[in-house]
């Protein structure tokens, strides 16, 4: 599982993935990813890093990604974080705050709790769980 969450091992076939540069998905170099050619599943890094910023996604987990983003950062970029959930915690900027939080409505320790690391099914809990708290404050 480690190696999964590394970038280096593609969690759809197993096999050992390639460090290139972006410019092979998009055209033009957004610095480098880890790609497997054969699922054409990827993720980038940090920058100026070799560090994965998650798990290899195909195309069904980009878009499972994409909405849970959507969701989880309107509480998380915003004050919102701090109306639903009232915890005090000093020095803690909001994202990781609301990252806090959403460990716990997952049960998952904070240390694996970021949407990069997440699959479908995961990305599917964070919007059943932000959408309607976004819903019901921005309307």
Known sequence: ???????KICPYCGKPT???DSSIIYGRSYGMI?????CRAYVGVHKGTDQALGRLANAELR??????HFYFDQIAKTNLINKIWKKHIPNTSNRNKAYLWLSNQLGIPRELC????FDVEDC???VELCKPIVECHTT
């Not at 599982?1 to 970038?7: D, P, Q, R, V």
């Not at 880890?34 to 054969?38: A, E, I, M, P, R």
């Not at 970021?114 to 690391?117: F, P, V």
Request: glycine share 8%; with cysteine.
């Open 1 to 7: 599982m480690n190696e999964i969450l590394t970038g």
């Open 18 to 20: 390639e460090y290139v």
């Open 34 to 38: 880890y790609l497997c050619h054969d």
């Open 63 to 68: 878009e499972a990604k994409k909405e849970a």
């Open 114 to 117: 970021h949407i990069g690391m």
């Open 124 to 126: 599917k809990r964070v």
